[in-house]
């Protein structure tokens, strides 16, 4: 994730706005200090006893009971294990605050007291490790202190809150099966959405967004090339689908390279090759496995369709009869997700005014995906915005930058994030969001 602070901060001081460094809510400030031990008692929790994507039974109903217990009316299991809370405050605006609530078949390497080890059964019958190795025990503790200011600061918001949280973020499929079971029917309709998420490579205390388009459309695809197999010593005689699935993987670079606008991102990664048993034996069968990445539809779709079609024109000139024709599966997919740019400036204003500039950081999109953004894709569509919150410790940042030390990234066994300032930024930069977008009209 490339920092580009200067382009944030020149947009501002052409509105007047930055330069100033002031902390309009330091109640707020002094509130999530006194509020802290309670919060950290929740994370460490949280940490140490993560469920992946489909089974976060029992961390949902401990986030539902969190925020019924400060009096939202909280409606469980929608979508699955996802949870919706409500508080109406009078007249105005509805806001959305999401956190994802999913933990990884990751074993945890960090060495910390809480460290989890638990186990799981996954869908294919394994016993796995879980870890919390993406921060959504971060996401789930800044949504609860968010909520708990929010309930304490009535007086100066008004409308409707809606906070979530989602399941199986990880697996892209928590967030549609909300919207399926009705999220935006059964409950109040939301004029904004906002989510945060934890940045491995951003220092503790800081916060950031894209403007536009901020992660990509993923889709996960399967190749099953199929061959006419046969003894090693006669390859006249067989179909190979191992040079053939070559071919494909080669053909397929040509997608990005020479179908696509070079002024425009795409990526097309072969993640996985496997065919044959042993030496002399020409298999009947080779698979290949596929991330497919993009930011616009457009492209997306020209992707997704090009790898079909290239696909079997490569089996058509091997010469195969079209039964024996590549079958291309394509699986957990999420489209991208596009922060509105006009909320995206206005929070950005708000988090100059709060944290002062050097805090708050344009950045570029990634290639990474989340399926947040399917809230923001109905029609009409919401303006949504999902910023980032720095969780990596400024000295290690600083070592990373001279040379002396590698940080550990989303995902990683290692990655352990700077829990106290993480924690506070999260759940000030959120309470000051929803007050900005709730704020009572001054008389």
């Known amino acids: 994730m490339k920092i580009l602070k200067a382009g944030l901060i020149g947009s501002l001081l052409a509105t007047g706005i930055a330069g100033t460094a002031e902390v309009f809510a330091t109640d707020l400030d002094r509130a999530v200090e006194k509020d802290y031990a309670y919060l950290e008692a929740l994370y460490k929790h949280l940490h140490s006893n993560p469920e992946i994507s489909y089974q976060e039974e029992k961390t949902s ?84 202190g968010t909520a708990r200011r929010l309930v304490a600061m009535q007086d100066r918001w008004q409308g409707t809150l809606v906070m979530i949280g989602q399941p199986a973020e990880e697996r892209v499929g928590g967030a549609k ?15 904004y959405n906002i989510a945060l998420h934890v940045s491995a490579t951003m220092a503790a205390g800081d916060v950031g967004m894209a403007s536009g388009y901020a992660l990509a459309n993923v889709n996960s695809v399967d190749i099953q090339v199929k061959g006419v197999g046969g003894h090693g010593a006669y390859p006249h005689t067989t179909k190979d689908p191992v040079v053939l699935a070559s071919q494909i993987v080669v053909a397929l670079q040509t997608l990005v390279s020479r179908e696509v606008s070079p002024l425009e991102p795409a990526v097309v990664t072969v993640g996985s090759f496997h065919a044959g048993t042993k030496h002399n034996i020409i298999s009947d069968e080779a698979r290949l496995q596929l991330t497919v990445r993009s930011y616009s539809d457009d492209v997306r779709t020209t992707l997704l369709d090009g790898i079909k079609r290239i696909a079997h024109a490569q089996a058509a000139s091997a010469g195969l009869p079209e039964d024996k024709w590549p079958v291309v599966t394509y699986s957990e997919g999420t489209p991208s997700t596009y922060n509105n740019p006009d909320l995206t400036t206005r929070v950005a204003k708000v988090f100059t005014r709060k944290f002062g500039p050097e805090r708050v950081h344009l950045l570029s999109p990634v290639m990474g995906a989340e399926d947040f953004a399917y809230f923001g894709r109905v029609e009409p569509k919401i303006p949504s915005l999902m910023f980032w919150l720095g969780a990596t410790r400024s000295e290690d940042i600083a070592a990373a930058e001279r040379g002396e030390k590698k940080l550990s990234s989303l995902h ?22 929803v007050l900005d977008l709730m704020a009572k009209p001054k008389n």
């Open 61 to 144: 109903a401990r986030i539902a009971d969190e925020l019924r217990s400060v009096g939202f009316e909280v409606t469980e299991k929608v979508g699955g294990y996802g949870i919706v809370a409500v508080l109406r405050n009078g007249d105005g605006p509805t806001v959305l605050v999401r956190s994802d609530m999913d933990a990884l078949p990751v074993k945890e390497q960090t060495g910390l007291k809480i460290s989890s080890t638990a186990t799981t059964t996954d869908d294919q019958g394994a016993v796995v490790p879980i870890m919390h190795a993406c921060g959504h025990d971060v996401h789930m503790t800044s949504l609860v």
């Open 177 to 191: 099966a909300m919207l399926a079971d009705g999220l935006f029917e059964k409950f109040p309709r939301p004029d």
């Open 412 to 433: 990683s066994p290692f990655f352990s994030p700077d829990r106290e300032k993480t924690l506070r930024t999260g759940v000030a930069a959120m309470t000051t969001v």
